[in-house]
């Protein structure tokens, strides 16, 4: 069964201070790996995909990076408006290297940044 | 503009009652999902469609059903056996081949009153 853990649960950051989110995954077969972030009240709004090991991918402050069991979002210099939930999912093959998209997802970081 | 619409924002059922939640997306995705978020926990699929005509149970199931009659829309109906419906339901489509980001509606918050 796939599974994801991320970690920590809740992070609070004066702005500025630089942090990274992990994300610990199992998956039979990694399709790819996705960050989302999320709003009180809202859905999720799509960030990243990471498809093999040692891809990154950047926008603006957020870098996530991938390796075989792990993926972190790295949030450089953050401001307030960057306090958000932050989701990471991971999608697996199917049986015969088929996929329906199902995507299996973390807890989320609660992420606070303080003025 | 493309994207998914969710509706209503706000649904208030009673005990005993079917509630219905729409969404329909205009991004010509071939599969759309469901997903329940409570407080705490992560997103967890209810139920997920691949094709028009086709669907296919998720994780948590039991006391919901949907159909997909049309690629655009994908409704969710919250039955009466649903013990604990008090939820944030979110709706997601995405391609089948090529990149397969699911792009998110902005949810329905359902409560049991």
């Known amino acids: 069964e796939d599974q994801v853990t991320q970690s920590p649960e809740a992070l609070r950051l004066q702005e500025g201070e630089s942090s990274s989110l992990n994300c610990s995954y199992t998956?039979?077969?990694?399709?790819?790996l996705f960050w989302y972030r999320q709003d009180p009240g809202k859905g999720p709004e799509f960030l990243f995909t990471l498809y093999s090991a040692g891809e990154e991918k950047e926008k603006e402050r957020l870098k996530a990076t991938l390796t075989k069991k792990e993926s972190f979002l790295h949030i450089t210099a953050p401001k307030p408006e960057d306090s958000a939930t932050y989701l990471c999912a991971v999608q697996a093959f199917g049986a015969g290297g088929t996929s329906y998209g199902k995507l299996t997802f973390g807890q989320g970081t609660i992420l606070t940044v303080h003025p | 503009d493309g994207g998914i619409t969710q509706s209503p924002k706000y649904l208030f059922r009673k005990e005993g009652q079917n509630v219905t939640l729409s969404c329909e997306q205009n991004?010509?995705?071939?599969?759309m999902y469901w997903y329940r978020q409570d407080p705490g926990q992560g997103l967890r699929l209810i139920y997920y469609?691949?094709?028009?005509?086709?669907?296919q149970k998720g994780d948590i199931a039991e006391g919901y059903s949907v159909s997909r009659e049309k690629k655009e829309s994908f409704p969710l109906t919250v039955t009466s056996a649903q013990k604990n419906p008090t939820a944030f339901y979110l709706c997601?489509?995405?391609?089948?081949?090529?990149?397969?980001?699911?792009?998110f509606g902005q949810g329905t918050r359902l409560t049991v009153v």
């Open positions: 469609s691949q094709i028009v005509n086709d669907f």
């Open positions: 991004l010509n995705h071939d599969a």
């Open positions: 997601a489509s995405s391609r089948e081949g090529g990149k397969r980001e699911a792009f």
């Open positions: 998956v039979s077969g990694l399709r790819g």
